[in-house]
């Protein structure tokens, strides 16, 4: 179980000045839950020549947002739609290329998780372990389901089956017509770990998952059973603290590779069926990664962002501009890679050199990663904000 908030306040005076020696900015379950600890003074943004014109589309607003619950909410995209949740303010289906509203679906309950969406459905999870399966076209609720923790990544959805992370380290598979539970899986986790749980990556008959232990781990999706599980980094240290190894952002597939990074500044290539490790390499970050066709982009946990060979992990670059400026997991749009950051300034930088090529900005801190589809990439702040941008040939 993760730390109840009573040991964890116990412990905060005896891990403070441990704290002040990390580097970036974390939100640390269990020492101030639902509170951002910003550690070291944010880089003050320099100005930029740039070098690409972004406009923005729309934007629009999906209720209070998440605030400093440190749990990363953002889109997701599928058939020209973007379906967007906040923890107050509900459900909501817009249209992608003009950002119209399709639906909202109302819900006082708080909305953390997801959306996910597939096969017709979007599905969300709660803070109270609730998960809500609704109709995509219609935004009429389905079903609803119940997990014993609080759900703070999207599920996913595929092989007849809805597949929820919750962060006592469960997977839970429900069916996805009725919603009944079909199996769950359990792992362990650490006592002191970064706020926030790994979605989960759906591949042919498998479903992958990091874990707050620093572990990636395949199951089979037909029963939950365990097929492999692979350290992305090794929690070693002296202090619960100095071993925390997070794998929070979602693993990437591609073909039959698996991409993934942790908190402790790895990231690794592995194939996917056998679980064999393909390279590794020391940067990374716990929040997840952007990929393109030859390079994958990490953020690491002082906000530096980095760009790999997404054959053998060499690194290619290093932007550094962003120390402890709490930023986002990147994401791919074109030519670029886009992050955001905690005063809602979106950035562009080339692939081929980490530079910086535009700016924008949206109201709120963008801690969840940006999403891209159609060209079009849409970003989500902690206000509940979205803002859409496309790129000026």
């Not at 962002?305 to 400026?325: E, I």
Request: proline share 5%; charged share 15%; glycine share 14%.
């Amino acid at each position: 179980m993760k730390l109840a908030p009573t040991r964890a306040l116990q412990l905060l005076a005896a891990t403070a000045i441990a704290i002040a020696t990390l580097s970036g900015c974390s939100t640390i379950k269990g020492l101030l839950p639902g509170k951002t600890d910003k550690i070291g003074t944010p880089a003050k943004l320099e100005n930029i020549t740039p070098t690409l014109t972004v406009h923005q589309i729309w934007a629009a607003n999906v209720g209070k947002g998440e605030k400093d619950l440190g749990i990363g909410q953002h889109p997701v995209i599928e058939n020209g739609k973007v379906y967007a949740a906040a923890v107050t303010g509900g459900v909501h289906a817009l249209e992608l290329s003009s950002g119209r509203s399709l639906w909202t679906f109302a819900s006082d309950l708080p909305l953390s998780g997801g959306p996910g969406v597939g096969d017709g459905l979007v599905v969300v999870g709660s803070l109270k372990g609730d998960v809500i399966a609704i109709d995509a076209e219609t935004g009429a609720q389905k079903w609803t389901a119940k997990v014993a923790n609080e759900v703070l990544s999207a599920p996913v959805i595929g092989a007849g089956m809805v597949f929820v992370h919750s962060n006592d380290g469960r997977v839970s598979a429900f069916d996805e017509t009725t919603g009944e539970r079909r199996w769950f899986y359990e792992s362990d986790v650490p006592p002191l770990t970064v706020r926030g749980s790994s979605s989960l990556t759906l591949g042919p008959g498998l479903v992958f998952f990091g874990g707050d232990n620093g572990k990636l781990t395949a199951l089979r999706s037909s029963d939950g059973s365990l097929l492999w599980t692979m350290p992305v980094a090794e929690p070693d240290g002296r202090s619960e603290l100095e071993r925390m190894a997070d794998v929070d952002g979602e693993p990437v597939l591609d073909g039959t590779t698996l991409y993934a990074t942790s908190y402790k500044n790895h990231t690794v290539a592995i194939a996917g069926p056998s679980g064999q490790v393909m390279w590794d390499s020391e940067h990374g970050g716990a929040r997840g990664l952007g990929m393109s066709n030859s390079a994958i982009v990490v953020t690491e946990r002082n906000g530096y962002v980095s760009g790999l060979d997404k054959n053998t992990g060499g690194s290619l670059w290093q932007q550094t501009a962003l120390l402890n400026r709490n930023v986002s997991a990147p994401t791919v749009q074109g030519d670029y890679a886009v992050v955001g950051d905690l005063d809602g300034v979106i950035h562009w930088l080339r692939l081929s050199d980490g530079a910086f090529a535009a700016r924008s900005k949206i109201g709120g801190a963008v801690t969840g990663k940006p999403v891209v589809a159609d060209g079009i990439v849409v970003v989500q702040s902690n206000d509940g904000n979205l803002a859409a941008f496309s790129l000026q040939p």
